[in-house]
């Protein structure tokens, strides 16, 4: 139970790599909070852990909205009293296609930017109140290793990504005399419908990715699961401003 009575906010917690973080949390004593755009998929999983026996709550959010963000966390503290860690996990990253960087649009440009750079800033926004009244507070965002590696045909998400280490680095700096940490996780190439189903990825990339990753084999959203629990437990308490990558030695070429 290494998150016992720590209240937790995930967003994209519905689906994919947020679904596994929520239902490994609630496992480990925490109360989530699922944010997400879609509150139906949101729901199934707080159903899915309270039949467990844990205890969550879905909150119907779009993180690139700033009132959407405040209600997120005031409603938070409102049920539970507190928020302890934010997983910074939802991003626009299914819905996109693998395509040449001057085949972007300006406007798919916007949109990407503003959930994936401006999504994690204004949840940090809404959340650090509560956490500096707590004088603690654990934030967990969310990059890629496309931005380390230089992965081509996903430039403005991979550049999105590569902007989520500012925000971590600045805010780190900014809040650490509150208490609050700040740290990136960064997942390499990981096999959730996402992924798998992008449009535009050449004919077996999952395996020729799983040839590069030292561990020879794919990356699971279960693989990220422990990295991500260590960052949100008091085990991480003197670490922050960092980049956590988990992609199975992948960013070393
Ligand atoms: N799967 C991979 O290969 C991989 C690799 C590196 C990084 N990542 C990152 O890991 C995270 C999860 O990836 P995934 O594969 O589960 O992808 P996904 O597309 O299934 O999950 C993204 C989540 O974000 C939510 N979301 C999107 N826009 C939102 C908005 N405006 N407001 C609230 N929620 C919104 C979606 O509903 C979904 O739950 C993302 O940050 C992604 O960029 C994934």
Not at 116 to 129: E, F, H, I, R, S
Not at 157 to 185: H, Q
């Amino acid at each position: 139970m290494r998150l016992k009575d720590k209240v937790v906010i995930v967003t994209g917690g519905n689906q994919g790599i947020g679904r596994d973080y929520s239902l490994r949390f609630a496992l480990e004593g925490a109360k989530v909070v699922i944010c997400a755009r879609k509150l139906d998929t949101s729901q199934q999983v707080v159903d899915e852990i309270k039949a467990n026996g844990g205890e969550a709550m879905a909150l119907k959010v779009d993180v690139s909205n700033e009132e959407d963000t405040k209600m997120m966390a005031k409603k938070t503290v409102e049920k539970y009293g507190k928020i302890d860690v934010l997983l910074n996990n939802a991003a626009i990253y299914s819905g996109l296609s693998m395509q040449p960087w001057d085949t972007i649009t300006p406007e798919e440009w916007d949109w990407v930017f503003s959930v994936n750079v401006k999504g994690q800033w204004l949840t940090m926004k809404a959340v650090v109140p509560y956490m500096k009244q707590a004088g603690k507070g654990k934030i967990i965002n969310t990059a890629s290793t496309t931005m380390l590696m230089g992965i081509p045909f996903l430039l403005h998400y991979a550049a999105s990504k590569a902007a989520v280490m500012g925000l971590t680095r600045c805010a780190s700096a900014e809040l650490g005399e509150f208490g609050i940490t700040v740290n990136t996780i960064c997942p390499g190439l990981t096999l959730t419908a996402a992924s798998t189903e992008m449009p535009g990825q050449p004919p077996g990339l999952a395996e020729f990715v799983a040839s590069m990753v030292h561990l020879k084999r794919n990356q699971q959203p279960t693989d990220l699961v422990g990295p991500a629990l260590f960052l949100a437990s008091d085990d991480s308490d003197f670490m922050t401003g960092q980049l956590v990558a988990v992609d199975g030695g992948m960013a070393l070429h």
